[in-house]
């Protein structure tokens, strides 16, 4: 089953915010850490406002798209502002591409990268967890190259979890967060408060999320520091879901052991962004 085709992409205020006043700053602190102009994995689409908003910070950049007109948009648009010599194009869908290192037209990305933005429609579970699939691939493979990236992810916060992927997980977290704390009551409790049809769709699936990437970054040698996931809304209303991570690659050993515990990331929540404003989110269960 695939995802109906959206409509071309319109960016919306929330949007430019996070852009411009939310990711930037994280790019350029990457960058001056980093002490060189990083290389660029992602999904503009054909105004390239992403590229475009942190040019300053970047060296070349692969820009996947999957549909035809927009990707033939996109080389007009790096003609005209005179980036096309630094623009490598991929066609197809992101987490094939991803999963099997090439696209429609047998091109491979140029791995690795130091910034990966992956911005798209739809959800992250939705059919049969290629998604996440493709995330831990993109993780294995920078982990070839031991090269640290930031990773930013925005995708609908519909995510079509038809098979209950997201209440298994809940299952599996409150007995990993039992192991490690003993706090047996407390845990459990919170566990059924997530569970809670009461609860937003969002508190599961930003727990869900970071600790995906927390544990793929882990066992692939990465120290992960994930942040409070911000959701807006987007384009035509449609509800989305933004995070901002940092894998920071950790050779020594069989695992990386990331500075956040497993209950600060589940206690990290979400926020939503309002008028220019992150308003914290109240209605989080939260470990104490
Ligand atoms: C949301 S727009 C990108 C916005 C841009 N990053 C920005 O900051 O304004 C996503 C682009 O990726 C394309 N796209 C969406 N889902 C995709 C997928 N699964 N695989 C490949 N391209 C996809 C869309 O056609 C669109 O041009």
Sequence with gaps: MNEPIEPAFKTNPNKDYLRRGYDKPIIRGWYSAAGRHLDYLGLPGPDMLDIVEWQEFLHRFTAIERRENEQHLLFLRANVKDVEHRLHSLYGEFDKILLTGR?????????????????????????????????????QNQDEYKRSFLLIITNDLRDGDFVGEK??????????????????????????RFKASSTPDAARQTVYTNVLLRDCGESAHFRVKCRPAIVYAGTGGTK????????????????????????????????????????????IPRIN
């Design 103 to 139: 696209d429609r037209y047998d091109h491979t990305p140029r791995w690795p990268y130091d910034l990966v933005n992956l911005d798209y429609f739809g959800g992250l579970i939705y059919q049969d967890l290629a998604r996440p699939k493709a995330l831990n691939k993109l993780i």
């Design 167 to 192: 209440f298994s997980f809940f299952d599996e977290l409150g007995r990993r967060l039992v192991r490690d704390s003993g706090k047996e009551e407390t845990i459990l409790k919170a566990i059924d």
């Design 240 to 283: 989305m879901v933004h995070y901002v991570t940092e894998f920071h690659h950790s050779p020594r050993g069989y695992r990386a052991v990331s500075e956040q515990s497993l209950i600060q990331i589940v206690n990290l929540g979400y926020r939503e962004l309002r008028d220019g404003q992150l308003v914290e989110s109240d209605a």
